[in-house]
């Protein structure tokens, strides 16, 4: 790759569709503590709880391909990177966030009517899967505007 003229490299996908999961998931798990809190979303012909539990499945559906593209992108990374630290820790936080958001979604969906807010032990994992989201979009950001800005910037 570092032998590619610039305005040759493909840009990435993975950073174009975790969009997805990352908003569907922080909307969803919003809407459900904000009904813990008593505070309901007052939409006109839209309820809390079945538009809480489509984000939250929107958004363990949409992690896969996302996922999928962050693999092949980080093929394309150099190798300095793909073996430091920072980007395993990216992959384990936001594989950490998926595996919490499906276990919300599957406490969910057991024993709980359609259009009633989660259990709290529900609403606690996405809780912690979006503190996982945190985390591993920090150390996103340090792969991006750090180690590759600093290998990208040391090519010739």
């Given at each position: 790759m570092a032998s590619e003229p610039r305005a040759a490299r493909r840009h990435p996908l993975h950073p174009a569709i975790v969009h997805f999961p990352i908003?569907?998931?922080?909307?969803?798990?919003?809407?459900?503590?904000?009904?813990?809190?008593?505070?309901g979303l007052?939409?006109?012909?839209?309820?809390?709880?079945?538009?809480?539990?489509?984000?939250?499945w929107t958004?363990?559906?949409?992690?896969?391909?996302?996922?999928?593209?962050?693999?092949a992108d980080y093929l394309t990374l150099p190798r300095k990177i793909q073996d430091g630290p920072t980007i395993n820790?990216?992959?384990?936080?936001?594989?950490?966030?998926?595996?919490?958001?499906?276990?919300?979604?599957?406490?969910?969906?057991?024993?709980?009517?359609?259009d009633s807010i989660p259990a709290w032990w529900a609403?606690?994992?996405?809780?912690?899967?979006?503190?996982c989201l945190i985390f591993g979009g920090r150390?996103?950001?340090?792969?991006?505007?750090?180690e590759l800005a600093d290998s990208r910037s040391r090519e010739p």
């Open positions: 908003a569907s998931w922080t909307l969803g798990t919003a809407i459900d503590l904000m009904a813990w809190g008593g505070v007052h939409l006109p012909g839209i309820e809390s709880a079945p538009l809480s539990r489509f984000l939250l958004g363990i559906v949409s992690a896969v391909p996302a996922a999928v593209a962050g693999v820790r990216h992959m384990i936080w936001m594989g950490c966030a998926w595996a919490l958001y499906l276990g919300a979604g599957i406490l969910r969906e057991q024993g709980a009517s359609f609403t606690l994992a996405e809780l912690a899967g979006f503190l150390a996103a950001a340090i792969v991006v505007f750090e």
